[in-house]
C-alpha cells in the first residue's frame, strides 16, 4: 500500500518486498518459537514442537525448544520458504527472457538456462513428491512427521497439555507475587501486568487478522466476483402461493394503500414477516393474537412476527 500510495519515498518496499517479508516472518517465528515452541500457524492450532528421541516426560511449551532444534526450526521456516519463492520468481523470469532473448542461440549462457529450465520442473516434481509421500505415510501411520521439513529439523508436533495451557496463561498474564507489597512493587507489577496482557491481546488479534484478511482477499477475487454477479442476476422469486382458500381468508382489496381486513387507509401501517402483507397495527395485532395465521396467506403467525413500516412524513 505504502509503495503504490508514494512510490518515490516507498518504492524500495515493493522492490525488496520478498526480503522484508522474510525479516517480518523471521520476527514472528522467532518470538512464537522462543515462547510457545511453535510457529505461528502451529499456535493457532494449540500444537508445539517437542524434540525427537527424547523422554516420554514433554517439556512444557513455555520451556523453548533446544537450540540445535530451535535455530533449525527457524532456518527451515523462513529460509526455505524465501528461497523457493525466489527460485519461483527467477524461473518465470528466465522463461520470459528465453521467448524474447537477445543472446545468440549457441552461445553459453543460452544453453545454461535453456538446460536449468528443462532440468526445474523434474527438480520441482521430486520435491512436491517428497512431502506427497511424508503425507501419506502420516496418515497411513507409518511416519510420525507430516513434513519432511519437521524431521530435517529434528522435532515432531503434539497437541498442548493442560500444564502447557496454564504455563502460557500465567506467562503472558503474569502471576502476582505475595512479597511485593511497597507501593513501588505493586505499580511495577500493575505495568508488567498490562504489558502481557496488551502482547497477549496483539497476538490474539494477530491471529485473527490473518484470517480476516484471508477471508477479504477471496471475497474481492475476481472469481468470486464472478459467482456474486451470477447470483445476483437470477430473476426475482415469485410471490408466496395461499395456503388457506377456505371462507375463512381475507381478499385483497385492489389499492395497496387500504388495510385487508378493515379495507380501510392504513393506520400503523405493519407488515407480517411470515408473509409480507400489510395491515393495520391494531387490525394485525388482533387478527394474530385470536387465530395465529396471517389472514391472507394462511401462514403460521404469531405477535413476533409484526414489524412496524415507518415512511418519512
Known sequence: VLAESNPGRYGFLWQWFDEVYALLDLLLQQHYLASCSASFSENFYSLKRIPMGGGRQQPLA????????????????????????????????????????????????????????????????????????????????????????????????????????????????????????????????????????????????????????????????????????SLTALPTPPPPLHLDRGPGSVPLPQLKTLCPLCRQIRLNATALSTSGFVFCYRCAYGYVKAHQRCPVTGYATELQHLVKLYSPE
Do not use: C
Open 62 to 229: 513455555t520451556a523453548g525448544l533446544p537450540k540445535r532444534q530451535h535455530w533449525k526450526s527457524l532456518l527451515l521456516l523462513v529460509l526455505v520458504p524465501y528461497l523457493k519463492g525466489k527460485l519461483e520468481k527467477l524461473v518465470a523470469s528466465l522463461r520470459e527472457e528465453d521467448e524474447y532473448s537477445i543472446h545468440p542461440p549457441s552461445s553459453s549462457w543460452k544453453r545454461f538456462y535453456r538446460a536449468f529450465l528443462a532440468a526445474y520442473p523434474f527438480v520441482n516434481m521430486t520435491w512436491e513428491g517428497w512431502f506427497l509421500i511424508q503425507q501419506l505415510s502420516y496418515i497411513l501411520g507409518k511416519a510420525q512427521h507430516h513434513s519432511p521439513l519437521l524431521q530435517l529439523a529434528g522435532v515432531r508436533l503434539v497437541r498442548l497439555s493442560a500444564e502447557d495451557f496454564q504455563a502460557l496463561e500465567k506467562k503472558w498474564v503474569g502471576a502476582p507475587s505475595a512479597q511485593t507489597q511497597s507501593m513501588k512493587s505493586r505499580v511495577q507489577a500493575g505495568v508488567r501486568k498490562a504489558l502481557s496482557g496488551f502482547a497477549f491481546s496483539l497476538s490474539t488479534g494477530l491471529s485473527l487478522s490473518v484470517f480476516f484478511l484471508q477471508f477479504l482477499d477471496w471475497w474481492y477475487s475476481s472469481e468470486n466476483q464472478e459467482t456474486i454477479k
